[in-house]
């Protein structure tokens, strides 16, 4: 898969709201999506791109 320019505005709401739970009411979508899509990203760049945490 690779990403578009959608989910780089996902992980910027993401980022920006400081958890998926939050990013993803931002961005419209259910969080099992948005969670799945900020993997993707990740795989698709090879990096991590967040650290995943119960606090957010």
């Known amino acids: 898969m690779r990403f578009d ?3 780089l505005r ?3 709401c993401v980022v920006d ?3 998926i739970a939050a990013g993803d009411r931002q961005a419209n ?3 099992a999506s948005a969670s ?3 993997s993707n990203i990740g795989s698709d760049a090879g990096v991590v791109l967040l650290e ?3 606090r957010g």
């Open 17 to 19: 709201a400081g958890s």
């Open 29 to 31: 979508l259910a969080l």
């Open 36 to 38: 799945e899509r900020i």
């Open 5 to 7: 320019l959608s989910d």
């Open 10 to 12: 996902l992980f910027v």
């Open 52 to 54: 995943r945490s119960r």
